[in-house]
Nanobody, 123 residues
Framework: QVQLGESGGGLVQAGGSLRLVCTAS????????MAWFRQAPGKEREFVAS????????DYADSVKGRFTISRDNAKNTVYLQMNSLKPEDTAVYYC????????????????WGQGTQVTVSS
């Protein structure tokens, strides 16, 4: 079993920054892509960003392009999400996910999930 753990969430004012961290307990051949999703109150879980373990073809949701940056450290089995210029609409529980498909953007395409970390942006 692959376990994912997220950290780095918190409460910040609009315009502030946070860096989320996701660490996998182990990496297997079944995991080729790491991603971040988020779920705001009253909304479905939505794709935020993804990055492969090999290569640099990152993907971002239109709502976060230019503000969020996903990166990785393969030696540490760790993925990061740097969030800048945060807006109140970014408030959500952020989840780390891992899967085998390249550039996947749907929740059902990721079999491994973390428990989530709360990000709250105040005005």
């Amino acid at each position: 079993q692959v376990q994912l753990g997220e950290s780095g969430g918190g409460l910040v004012q609009a315009g502030g920054s946070l860096r989320l961290v996701c660490t996998a307990s182990r990496r297997t051949y079944l995991i080729n892509t790491m991603a971040w999703f988020r779920q705001a109150p009253g909304k479905e879980r939505e794709f935020v960003a993804s990055i492969p373990w090999s290569g640099s073809m990152t993907d971002y949701a239109d709502s976060v392009k230019g503000r969020f940056t996903i990166s990785r450290d393969n030696a540490k089995n760790t993925v990061y999400l740097q969030m800048n210029s945060l807006k109140p609409e970014d408030t959500a529980v952020y989840y780390c996910a891992a899967g085998s498909l390249s550039r996947a953007t749907m929740t059902r395409q990721y079999p491994y999930w973390g428990q989530g970390t709360q990000v709250t942006v105040s005005s």
